[in-house]
């Protein structure tokens, strides 16, 4: 170190006997600070500002305000359960048990969007059903749709943005359309979506709408052929149109309405399968897939019961879209796997939480019978 | 079974547990640290997470009779009496963490009710209630452990480097995968001295 370099070997002041120490001592410290950064790294912790699980239920609490003991998002619903009854017609894509013939118990969700579970029902308001197919000898197969018939983003990125973009300001109370415009203007395929949205018929209630599965995936039959598909509820109930203009005068009136025809009679869809073909975009659920894709009826699902929150077995579940049963797989749609981790966050907070009682409460279920 | 060779490193199988384990246990912290914080890579660093993690669950009782089958070799003589149990402690802290925290992400999954499916046909049975507090009681204590865990392990590999590096007893000797001859008697332990 401090020998000139044309000195004699072992010429000069004898190196002290510590430095040697000192050096190892060093080397096992940055040893150790090297294992330690590499797991702050993996952890996020150089990257705060990336989109985690985390920052994404972050901001549906930003957004409607922290609701102790409720889903992050789609916070307001009422459970629901029934039966299952496969016909046997998807067996030819799916090896799954759910599509063999025969019947399957199935626990439910009905839900209105958003992060607030006091919400006042509104017609626009995107309405959701999250369903649990639990075959006795078989997988779970956990589903979440929406009544959408296509999604107004591609990734979750998207998704994140659109929503700070939404978001009210502070000043005005209203979300600034300055912002929302740059993020079309950045998102052209959410413009698209939004066209085709604008357009559709909205149904009159939870009963007569058609609930879409929206991201793409791939069944495996037990021949081991894949295919790429999209599925679908459609209802048995016929289309009836929502009255459009005045605001519905009770704040639970879909609700109410949902659990009087329940009880009335069972309610029933039709579990479609969309069978997609080469080219069809599995990795962007903003655009639908041409008209005439083959649809197979793979059976019918009978809700015949409907409970509040506080007794519903549902209210337990994550209907997580990737708790699928082999036969299923999520497709190449990264939104899928940010979908399961939104999700499980927003489970994980819920978990550990007092929750009050729901918007429709046990009363309100007693009282549509 | 006790070769020359034996007395002073672990024997074969416990040198193939350990460093096994190592390389499973790293790579289990890694991936769980990561998916936490992942959205596009979450749904495939999970589904390799669950089936590890149940290996190591399987791999650390076969490790924990195999420990109590082949003790390991003496102590070097550069460790006093303090040190040497600090070291156990360590060492079974290790194991325990091993244990609880699979056991405790199956019991946390099952409290939440998520199917816990492993490569092939195969699937766990649920060990605890359908609880959403107890779930969530779990999950946290699982986050604490593996921190736990974390740590334990930088003080092990701290140790050990100090011994090897600093001591320079050939503590790591011990363990290394290949086989070492035993020193000579005669050899004085630090041939930097004088």
Do not use: C
């Amino acid at each position: 170190m401090s020998t000139h370099p044309n000195a004699p070997a072992g010429a000069g002041r004898p190196r002290p006997r510590y430095a040697g120490t000192v050096a190892r001592v060093g080397l096992i410290g940055v040893i150790l600070a090297a294992l330690a950064g590499a797991f702050a790294y993996l952890g996020g912790w150089f990257t705060p500002d990336d989109l985690t699980p985390a920052r994404f239920t972050d901001a549906f609490e930003q957004i409607d305000g922290v609701h102790p003991g409720f889903r992050r998002n789609h916070a307001k619903g009422v459970g629901v359960s029934g039966v299952f009854d496969g016909n046997g017609q998807g067996a030819r894509l799916s090896k799954a048990v759910v599509f063999r013939p025969g019947r399957v118990p199935v626990v439910g969700r009905f839900s209105l969007t958003g992060g607030d579970p006091y919400v006042a029902d509104m017609p626009d308001t995107v309405r959701g059903l999250g369903l649990q197919f639990s075959p006795p000898d078989g997988e779970t197969w956990r589903t979440a749709m929406i009544n959408l018939p296509v999604f107004p983003v591609r990734t979750p990125e998207a998704f994140y943005e659109r929503m700070v973009a939404s978001e009210p300001d502070p000043a005005t109370g209203k979300p600034d359309p300055a912002r929302m415009n740059a993020f079309l203007a950045r998102h052209p395929e959410t413009a698209q979506a939004a066209l085709v949205l604008k357009g559709r018929p909205v149904s009159s209630g939870f009963e007569n709408s058609t609930f879409h599965g929206l991201n793409a995936f791939r069944f495996t039959n037990s021949a081991g052929d894949s295919t790429p598909v999209r599925w679908l509820m459609t209802p048995a109930q016929p289309f009836e149109a929502a009255t459009a203009g005045a605001a519905p005068r009770d704040k639970k009136y879909l609700f109410d309405a949902l659990i009087a025809k329940i009880n009335r009679q069972p309610l029933r869809w039709h579990l479609v399968v969309v069978i997609g073909q080469p080219g069809d975009p599995t990795a962007d659920a903003t655009m639908a897939w041409p008209d005439e894709r083959e649809k197979v009826d793979v059976g019918t699902l009978t809700l015949d019961r409907v409970e509040s929150e506080e007794t519903s077995a549902a209210t337990g579940i994550n209907f997580d879209p990737l708790v699928l049963p082999a036969g299923m797989a999520p497709s190449d749609d990264p939104f899928l796997s940010a979908r399961s981790a939104v999700y499980s966050r927003s489970f994980t907070r819920r978990a550990g939480e007092m929750k009050p009682p729901s918007a429709v409460t046990p009363a309100d279920v007693e009282k549509g019978k | 079974m006790s070769t020359s060779t034996e007395r002073h490193q672990f024997t074969t199988l416990s040198r193939l547990l350990h460093w096994t384990m190592a390389a499973m246990v790293l790579t289990m912290l890694g991936i769980g640290v990561t998916m936490v914080v992942s959205l596009a890579n979450y749904h495939a660093l999970v589904s390799v997470h669950r089936p590890l993690g149940v290996a190591i669950l399987i791999l650390v009782v076969v490790r924990f009779v195999n420990r109590v089958l082949n003790p390991p070799p003496p102590w070097p003589a550069t460790m006093g009496r303090a040190e040497r149990l600090a070291a156990t402690a360590a060492e079974f802290t290790m194991y325990g963490l091993m244990f609880a925290l699979p056991l405790i992400g199956w019991g946390m999954l099952s409290a939440a009710r998520y199917p816990i499916v492993l490569p092939g046909p195969l699937r766990l049975p649920y060990i605890l209630p359908h609880d959403l507090m107890l779930y969530a009681a779990l999950r946290k204590t699982h986050t604490i452990l593996a921190y736990l865990l974390f740590l334990t392990f930088i003080t092990h590999v701290g140790a050990v480097l100090v011994h090897t590096l600093v001591v320079r007893d050939g503590f790591l000797k011990r363990m290394v995968p290949w086989k070492v001859r035993p020193p000579e008697p005669a050899l004085p332990t630090d041939p930097v001295r004088p």
